[in-house]
């Protein structure tokens, strides 16, 4: 079975610092990887995604993401935070030939004036 | 154009009630997600429908829990004889195929309370 593990519950950031969230799976076969992001009491949102092809993923909001398959991580990065970026993010995967999500825990940022 | 929407936002029920929720997904996705969010944790799947058939209920996790799909379009989870555990967001998904590169739009869900 697959599993996706998210370091850090919490994580507070600066205004205008590095947002990093670090997210690792475990999976026979390089899966489909996402990073989803859902503010208060709002659905989920898809921030980007990796399948196939450049391993460096832009996305949405000025996040991007670095699949590593020797190390079978998907860290989430921006630059420079703002302090709309404060939501809860979470990873997940699905296997090449299945459907379903299966998510980290999510890791809530918490940005700092 | 409509994302997914899901009805009622917010429900309180009984122990032991019953409680359907309903789920609208895009127009013309194919395939749809039934996930439940659980407080201080992650999402976890229970169900897919690709269509109006499950091919996917593995996370379905008691025999009080069901689903059913009208064709391509609403979707409704039942539960039966509520239990304060089943308390949670209840967060429904579709996507345009069912495949694992597709992405999956979210609504902004269902929170259960069981009393």
């Known amino acids: 079975a697959q599993s996706v593990t998210q370091l850090g519950s919490h994580v507070s950031v600066s205004e205008g610092a590095l947002v990093l969230l670090r997210c690792n799976y475990s999976?026979?076969?390089?899966?489909?990887l996402f990073w989803y992001v859902q503010y208060p009491n709002q659905g989920l949102q898809l921030l980007l995604k990796?399948?196939?092809?450049?391993?460096l993923v832009k996305g949405i909001n000025g996040f991007e993401a670095e699949f590593k398959k020797s190390e079978t991580s998907f860290h989430l990065t921006k630059p420079s935070a703002h302090m709309s970026d404060a939501a809860e993010y979470f990873c997940?995967?699905?296997?090449?030939?299945?459907?379903?999500?299966?998510f980290g825990g999510g890791t809530r940022v918490l940005v700092k004036p | 154009g409509a994302g997914v929407s899901q009805s009622p936002s917010n429900k309180v029920t009984e122990k032991g009630k019953d409680v359907e929720l309903r789920c609208d997904p895009i127009?013309?996705?194919?395939?749809l997600y039934w996930y439940r969010q659980r407080l201080g944790q992650g999402l976890e799947f229970l169900i897919y429908?690709?269509?109006?058939?499950?091919?996917?209920k593995s996370g379905l996790p008691s025999d009080r829990f069901s689903a059913e799909r009208t064709g391509e379009s609403v979707s409704t989870l039942t539960i039966q004889r509520t239990q304060q555990e089943d308390s949670a967001v209840y967060l429904c998904?579709?996507?345009?195929?069912?495949?694992?590169?597709?992405?999956?739009?979210f609504g902004p869900g269902t929170r259960l309370t069981v009393l």
């Open positions: 998904a579709s996507s345009l195929g069912g495949q694992g590169a597709d992405t999956q739009y």
């Open positions: 990796y399948t196939t092809g450049a391993t």
């Open positions: 997940a995967v699905s296997k090449a030939a299945g459907n379903k999500l299966t």
């Open positions: 429908f690709q269509g109006n058939s499950a091919p996917d």
């Open positions: 999976s026979s076969v390089p899966p489909y």
């Open positions: 127009s013309g996705h194919t395939a």
